[in-house]
């Protein structure tokens, strides 16, 4: 069965940085980009960015670009998903998911608070 | 960045009743670019139709997706109890993949 596993929930003040974490397993990790969709409070899903296990090349939306980095350690099948100085707009719920175009399959979702 | 707008915002229907969702994409996706993903509350959400048409894995055939281009229709045969969600159609046809801002689908 492909799974993505999340960490968990997160509480940081603003200001702060966060790593989110999703390993994968039921799957050739490698032969499947990751992608990562942010969903505010009360809004729709925000396609983010993407990046390749295979040889870790990204790219991001100009929306997310400079203020999020997206990584991969593919020896544990991990992808992660970097926010530096973070700040109230930034509490979120924040999903990855299978896939370099569609996603067929979803992380559980990891919950932001940005709060002082 | 292209632009994905959905409509209508909110459906409210009764359970058994069909639901037509529309899409459009400006401007036009090159060939058939267009996604359709549904999200329940608390959940993650589900990738149900790709390619404008094809269902994915594992998606009941109540669910069919027509169109191209620059509109799409996402067409709920007999809406079922567990259909009651949110829907959101994607463009991947060009960098970043915009989400339209979705339409809910709830019960009368």
């Known amino acids: 069965e492909v799974q993505l596993v999340q960490s968990g929930a997160e509480v940081k003040k603003p200001g702060e940085s966060l790593r989110i974490s999703c390993q994968g397993s039921?799957?050739?990790?490698?032969?499947?980009?990751i992608t990562w969709v942010r969903r505010m409070p009360g809004k729709g899903l925000e396609w983010m960015g993407r990046?390749?296990?295979?040889?870790?090349?990204?790219n991001y939306s100009p929306s997310f670009r400079g203020h999020v980095t997206i990584s991969v350690d593919k020896s544990i099948n991990t992808a992660y998903l970097h926010l530096s100085s973070l700040k109230a707009s930034d509490a979120a719920m924040y999903y990855c998911?299978?896939?370099?175009?569609?996603?067929?399959?979803w992380g559980q979702g990891t919950p932001v608070t940005v709060s002082s | 960045e292209f632009v994905v707008t959905q409509s209508p915002g909110t459906l409210s229907l009764s359970p058994g009743a069909r639901a037509t969702l529309s899409c459009r994409v400006s401007p036009r996706v090159s060939g058939s670019y267009l996604a359709w993903y549904q999200h329940r509350p608390g959940q993650a959400p589900r990738l149900l139709i790709y390619g404008s048409s094809t269902r994915a894995t594992g998606i009941p055939d109540r669910f069919s997706g027509s169109g191209s281009g620059t509109d799409l229709t996402l067409t709920i045969s007999r809406l079922e109890p567990e259909d009651f969600a949110v829907y959101y159609c994607?463009?991947?046809?060009?960098?970043?993949?915009?989400f339209g801002p979705g339409t809910t689908v709830d019960i009368k």
């Open positions: 998911a299978r896939g370099a175009l569609t996603m067929d399959s």
């Open positions: 990046i390749d296990p295979t040889d870790s090349y990204t």
């Open positions: 039921g799957y050739s990790f490698t032969n499947y980009w």
């Open positions: 994607q463009q991947y046809g060009n960098s970043p993949f915009t």
